[in-house]
């Protein structure tokens, strides 16, 4: 089922919009009439959905502190989606990785919030969604810097709902389990090696273990919620963290 959704005159900036879950969420937003800033690290992915939905693309590494500056703060609809994944036990966790991953996915976050609020603010309307994860509120092994930042973003989300509330801006995260993406293709060859299992094994025996639907998710069906957010039916749904995960956190 499609929300409706009207957006027309509204600008939305998605990060990690050139493939997975941002990606679809770039389509889904320009679908309801959004002009969408596609912002990714890669070039060519991200003039590539931009010139398939009649956006703009913003090439940016956003683990460059200034990177949020750089960008536009007339953003209406803010989607944090962009991130990434290592995979090792803590002993073994290279500590430049883990800041690495703390400075794209809680500090960019943070940045980019502070950058658009002023201008949601002054219109008296705005949307921030947080692609945070089923691990933004418990963990698994040998995923110290991937769990610590979603749980991190968590806290900010709620931070930035309790501020926005008197202004007409609301702030939530969507929690999903292993959604059908690049990022977790990437996993099965580390989580293999971790868990000491085939590759033809991990999808069935780490992935969906806990999920009571074994079905991994597709990247429409998140940014379908995204867009549910977004709709002035949704407009009291604020400081939450939706779980999107075929029963996973039901445990």
């Not at 418990?138 to 610590?148: L, T």
């Not at 009571?212 to 002035?232: D, G, S």
Request: hydrophobic share 45%.
């Amino acid at each position: 089922m499609v929300v409706n959704l009207d957006l027309n005159g509204r600008v939305a900036l998605v990060t990690g919009a050139g493939s997975g879950i941002g990606r679809a969420c770039a389509v889904r937003l320009a679908t309801a009439g959004a002009t969408v800033l596609v912002a990714d690290v890669d070039e060519g992915a991200a003039k590539e959905v931009a010139a398939a939905i009649d956006g703009r693309p913003v090439v940016t590494d956003l683990s460059r502190p200034e990177a949020a500056d750089e960008i536009g703060g007339a953003v209406d609809v803010l989607v944090n989606n962009a991130g990434l994944q290592h995979v090792a036990a803590l002993q073994d966790f290279p500590p430049e990785r883990f800041a690495y991953l703390q400075r794209v996915m809680v500090e960019a976050p943070f940045r980019l919030v502070r950058r658009v609020l002023p201008h949601m603010y002054a219109n008296g309307w705005g949307r921030v969604v947080n692609i945070s994860s089923v691990h933004g509120v418990i963990a698994s092994p040998f995923k110290a810097a991937y769990v610590a930042a979603k749980h991190a973003l968590e806290g900010l989300s709620k931070v930035t709902a309790l501020e926005g509330a008197e202004h007409g801006v609301t702030s939530n995260c969507i929690e999903p389990a292993f959604v059908r993406t690049p990022l977790v293709d990437k996993q099965i060859t580390d989580q293999a090696r971790v868990h000491g299992i085939p590759e033809s094994r991990v999808v069935e025996q780490i992935m969906l273990e806990r999920a009571a639907i074994k079905k991994l998710i597709e990247p429409e069906e998140v940014a379908e919620l995204v867009a549910y957010l977004c709709t002035p039916p949704a407009a009291l749904i604020t400081g939450a963290s939706i779980p999107i995960d075929g029963g996973w956190t039901a445990h």
